[in-house]
């Protein structure tokens, strides 16, 4: 299956999801990488049955400017409401100051997260994106979401303990806790097309670990149409 991946941002360098993904090459998949969103075309979008996007709302990792302009984002859209699949990973998720349409698409936008630590990942739900998944830890940002409409399906969810520094966070609403496992991946659908969100994903190690590199798989299968649920 042939995947356009769009990454790098200032906070997130490209080269985390592009070596996160390059094992899945060996299991049928290949990728074609924008890192600079001046390179992107719209237009393009046609000859990929799934979106890889792991950008916020930056051009690249040294140019902080916004990108995704109401055109952009209305050509995400027809893409998924046309039958295109898009998979949202960590960063993808981060609004910029105008992205209500594309925030919509996912169905969430990030809120905040705690000091990185380790972060516990484990499935909800059966489901083709979850199959043989099991639960897995690391090092990441354990993200918080808002929840932007009402027909997302819950696969993942997410826990991480306080420890060290972390603690001096121990009142704040967004404090890890057992009260606060948050959702860590979810779908949706719109029109004829398939979205799927999944929180993990700061360091290369949560790539290039073994269930999340099924989790990556499954999702990838799942958004471009090649398994059901």
Not at 80 to 100: M, Y
């Amino acid at each position: 299956m042939k995947i356009l991946l769009i990454c790098d941002d200032y906070q997130h360098p490209g080269q985390v999801p592009i070596d996160g993904v390059a094992p899945l090459e060996q299991r049928g998949f290949q990728f074609d990488i924008i890192t600079n969103a001046n390179d992107f075309s719209g237009s393009s979008l046609a000859q990929y049955p799934v979106v890889l996007l792991c950008k916020c709302d930056e051009v690249s990792q040294t140019e902080r400017t916004p990108w995704k302009t109401e055109d952009i984002q209305r050509t995400f859209i027809d893409y998924v409401e046309g039958g295109g699949g898009l998979l949202a990973v960590h960063s993808a998720v981060v609004s910029g100051k105008n992205t209500e349409a594309l925030d919509k698409l996912l169905g969430c936008r990030f809120l905040k997260h705690p000091l990185a630590g380790p972060v516990t990942v484990q499935p909800v739900k059966p489901h083709p994106v979850t199959e043989g998944v099991g639960m897995f830890c690391e090092t990441d940002e354990h993200y918080r979401l808002e929840i932007l409409v009402e027909d997302i399906d819950i696969l993942l969810a997410s826990y991480s303990p306080p420890q060290g520094e972390e603690s001096k966070y121990q009142k704040d609403w967004y404090h890890n806790s057992p009260a606060a496992i948050c959702a860590a991946g979810f779908t949706r659908t719109q029109g004829r097309g398939r979205v799927c969100v999944l929180t993990p994903g700061h360091n290369l190690a949560v790539w290039l670990n073994a269930q999340f590199q099924q989790l990556l798989e499954n999702a990838l299968n799942w958004a471009g149409g090649e398994s059901g649920g």
